[in-house]
């Protein structure tokens, strides 16, 4: 009994590879915020011509008002990440001291 070697048919173009590109969190995110951007205006339109949204459109809408908070809040959190490289030693003091304050920290276990 004889093998047979099946073989690609060969074809005058050359074979590339594909690469695939994975963009950022940064820039998904921004995507995203863009996308909702676009789909509020047309709620907007639809409402300013007098149209009012069915339940399952003022939910859609509730939803990105939601996910736009949560982005923005983020955002200053970020910002004031960033700010406290800025700040002075008595200040950077004076916030962890209103942090220990504000919260319990954990009792050491003594060891």
């Known amino acids: 009994m004889t093998k047979k070697i099946i ?6 173009q050359v074979q590339q590879s594909e690469v695939v590109v994975i963009p ?6 921004e995507d995203a915020l863009s996308i909702i951007g676009c789909e509020l205006a047309q709620y907007k339109s ?14 859609i809408v509730q939803g ?5 908070t949560k982005a923005q809040k983020e955002s200053r959190e970020q910002a004031r990440a960033h700010d406290l490289s800025d700040l002075s030693n008595e200040e950077l003091l ?10 319990k920290l954990p009792q050491s276990t003594g060891e």
């Open 94 to 103: 004076q916030l962890a001291t209103q942090l220990a304050s504000s919260k």
């Open 24 to 29: 950022t969190i940064e820039r998904l995110l």
């Open 7 to 12: 073989l690609p048919k060969k074809t005058n």
């Open 64 to 68: 990105y008002v939601d996910s736009l």
């Open 46 to 59: 639809k409402s300013r011509r007098g149209i009012t949204l069915d339940l399952k459109e003022a939910r």
